[in-house]
């Protein structure tokens, strides 16, 4: 398929990027600071850690998926390659979906790379004995029962809940970018993309504003507006039930739910917004002079 030729060398052309190589330095640089956290019990270490892990990586991965998707199309107009492409027989459907594919699998790697680290600290972290035991005779009784495994596993298998559901969130991201790149320039692309981020991060304090705001009338129906339309980011921060997973996951609608199956629902959430955004985004595409 045309699109998955295009979204193989974008993936290329992404990863030679040294700007990747930057966000992806800075983001280990921080998962390894966590570590220094030797003073609190290993319950508690592991609490932290994971906590600031997966903010980390929620945030590099931002900053990734919004600088790869802004440049996606403009490049390939600016440099008239998209030409040479496009005389080829290739839809711009699949243009667009190809570079669409290539922005998450770069995405993709960044966020796997980040989570095996973590997941890999978690191990370590896993071997730390519980206060007030003698450590060598702690980790050695550990290492025989095969506590240390279990607890590594379990830790690890929440940390990819969290980097799996944290990539769904990303691609709507990178699918946003990748159509506001249509029409906007590489920079201002990245402010109004980084802006929606932030706007669809904090969806209830937005409508909770607007319910409060009574001095004019128009503000109810602007913050509305905002909630319905924006994408609820806030929707994807599963950390409670990362680090509690044994309290359930409160639904605003239906009550408590797995906390599997809520990562399930609001990753098949990310998928269909991130459809829409992509069907939009093509129909424009479709009819754009390049």
Do not use: C
């Not at 290329?12 to 990027?17: C, I, T």
């Not at 944290?166 to 990245?190: C, G, H, K, Q, R």
């Amino acid at each position: 398929m045309n699109a998955l030729v295009i979204a193989r060398n974008t993936l290329g052309d992404a990863l030679r990027k040294k700007v990747l190589l930057i966000f992806m330095l800075l983001a280990l640089v921080f998962l390894f600071l966590a570590l220094m956290l030797n003073y609190f019990t290993a319950r508690e270490q592991m609490s932290i850690f994971i906590s600031m892990a997966v903010f980390i990586i929620m945030a590099f991965g931002a900053m990734i998926a919004i600088t790869t998707a802004v440049f996606l199309i403009p490049n390939e107009i600016e440099n008239r390659t998209i030409h040479s492409v496009l005389s080829k027989p290739i839809k711009r459907w699949e243009f667009f979906i190809g570079k669409f594919l290539g922005g998450i699998l770069t995405l993709g790697i960044s966020v796997g790379l980040m989570a095996i680290v973590v997941m890999a600290v978690a191990f370590v972290i896993s071997y730390k004995p519980p206060a007030g035991a003698d450590p060598t005779q702690a980790v050695q009784q550990a290492v025989q029962t095969g506590d240390w495994v279990q607890r590594g596993l379990v830790q690890a298998g929440l940390v990819a809940r969290a980097a799996a559901v944290i990539f769904f969130e990303l691609s709507v991201l990178t699918a946003i970018a990748t159509t506001l790149s249509l029409y906007l320039s590489a920079t201002v692309n990245f402010s109004i993309t980084a802006f929606i981020f932030v706007v669809g991060s904090f969806q209830d304090i937005i409508a909770a504003w607007g319910n409060r705001s009574q001095d004019y009338q128009i503000v109810p129906y602007i913050a509305k507006a905002f909630y319905f339309v924006m994408p609820h980011f806030q929707d994807f921060n599963i950390m409670g039930s990362i680090v509690h997973p044994e309290v359930a996951v409160l639904m605003s609608r239906g009550g408590p739910v797995n906390d599997i199956e809520y990562a399930i629902m609001v990753s098949l959430y990310g998928i269909t917004y991130a459809a829409v955004i992509l069907l939009l985004g093509i129909q424009v595409f479709e009819r754009k002079e390049v």
